[in-house]
């Protein structure tokens, strides 16, 4: 079954606590992004992959740090979460062209 | 610069209507692809159906099809006979490769209720 899993499905973090957010697929896809959903905003792209270190700023990388060891793993970090950062983190992945996307289900984040 | 836009915050019908929500979009690139998902209220996102920027035919899958003005860089996703089960949250979302980065462009979304 090609999927894309992310973990945890939910998280409650103290502002200023590190947060990693982990995110897998079994597609072999190359490309993997990492989007935040806000109320009113759709998704908004944080970082995109293309490979194994090979990573780019999405529209809004302030805050966050990425890391892609693996071609199936690709990892979100916040460093110092802030309470700004509560949001829906979707990851997703493509093959090369980008006509198929496959997303993940969504990492609710709450930073209190 | 991409842009989506999706002007309708909110969308309902009745079972067995056909339903159009709209979408705009702005990008520079020649070769493109429109895409339409559903949000369940699980937050999974479903993939309904694509629409590229060189096909001139609107593209139908199922109960889904699209009506693709181009030259007005507009488009419109048509759900025949609409269901209960397909309440939800409806994205328009733009991919416009450039330099190689294949990233999606979201609107903001429409929220759709069918009433049985």
């Known amino acids: 079954d090609m999927k894309v899993t992310q973990m945890p499905r939910y998280l409650i973090k103290r502002m200023g606590e590190n947060v990693l957010l982990e995110c897998g697929q079994d597609?072999?896809?190359?490309?993997m992004y990492w989007y935040r959903q806000d109320p009113g905003l759709g998704l908004q792209l944080i970082y995109i992959?293309?490979?194994?270190?090979?990573?780019s700023e999405g529209d809004i990388p302030k805050g966050y740090r990425v890391s892609r060891k693996k071609r199936e793993h690709f990892s979100l970090i916040l460093d110092s979460a802030k309470t700004n950062q509560t949001s829906v983190y979707f990851c997703?992945?493509?093959f090369g062209g980008g006509s198929d996307y496959t997303f993940g289900s969504g990492t609710r984040l709450l930073v209190i | 610069a991409q842009r989506v836009t999706q002007v309708q915050p909110t969308g309902s019908s009745q079972w067995g209507e056909e339903v159009t929500l709209d979408c705009s979009y702005e990008?520079?690139?020649?070769?493109?692809?429109i895409f339409w998902y559903r949000q369940l209220f699980s937050g999974e996102m479903v993939f309904l159906i694509y629409?590229?920027?060189?096909?001139?035919q609107n593209q139908r899958s199922g109960r889904y099809s699209v009506v693709f003005q181009k030259s007005f860089k507009s488009i419109s996703l048509v759900i025949s006979a609409s269901q209960p089960e397909d309440s939800g949250t409806y994205f328009c979302a733009l991919s416009a490769p450039t330099g190689g980065n294949n990233k999606l462009t979201f609107g903001q979304g429409t929220v759709l209720s069918v009433i049985p």
């Open positions: 997703a992945s493509s």
């Open positions: 597609m072999s896809h190359e490309t």
């Open positions: 629409q590229p920027s060189f096909d001139t």
């Open positions: 992959s293309y490979d194994v270190d090979s990573n």
């Open positions: 990008t520079s690139e020649y070769f493109y692809r």
